[in-house]
């Protein structure tokens, strides 16, 4: 696993059930709501700070996403993707990245043609049977409860620049 996560330059994630618990909240007017986790958003941010971009591709469609995407920095954006492969493809193509030198996260069946194409694939612990048989790494934290921050730090650990962050946060 360490071998695979040294290569990683991108980390490409699913929202619902990754990002999030995969609840969607709507409140009386039908405004649309969900709860990220902040420490997801800081192994980001330090994940960016690194070198190593982020991405997210979700078969939603929500102005929520856009928000947080634009919060954390994240470019990368494809929503409404119910094909994932191609906008993995597009991906591929903005970046010139190779499959080596992806990562991704996911929970659902919709997920798997890309968590068998990447370089290193994760799930959420409660993911579907068949995304869990495919990924390379489970993480012990639910999707919204930091899922996404347990693979931003094992990619950092495998990049060797761990002890360096820890000691940026060191009195």
């Not at 992806?102 to 612990?125: E, K, L, T």
Request: charged share 25%.
């Amino acid at each position: 696993m360490h071998e695979k996560l040294r290569n990683i330059c991108l980390l490409l994630l699913d929202v619902d059930g990754v990002m999030t618990d995969g609840r969607i909240i709507y409140d009386g007017n039908g405004l649309e709501t969900k709860f990220f986790n902040v420490k997801d958003g800081h192994g980001i941010k330090m994940l960016q700070r690194h070198g190593i971009e982020v991405g997210i591709i979700t078969g939603r469609t929500s102005v929520v996403v856009d928000i947080r995407a634009r919060e954390l920095g994240i470019e990368l954006v494809y929503q409404g993707a119910l094909k994932k492969l191609e906008s993995y493809e597009d991906v591929k193509l903005k970046t010139g990245l190779a499959d080596n030198q992806i990562a991704y996260m996911g929970d659902d069946i919709i997920d798997v043609p890309v968590m068998r194409r990447v370089g290193f694939s994760a799930a959420p612990p409660d993911s579907l049977p068949e995304v869990l048989a495919t990924a390379d790494y489970v993480s012990s934290c639910g999707g919204g409860k930091g899922a996404v921050r347990e693979v931003c730090d094992l990619i950092l650990k495998a990049r060797g620049v761990w002890n360096e962050i820890v000691k940026r946060y060191e009195l």
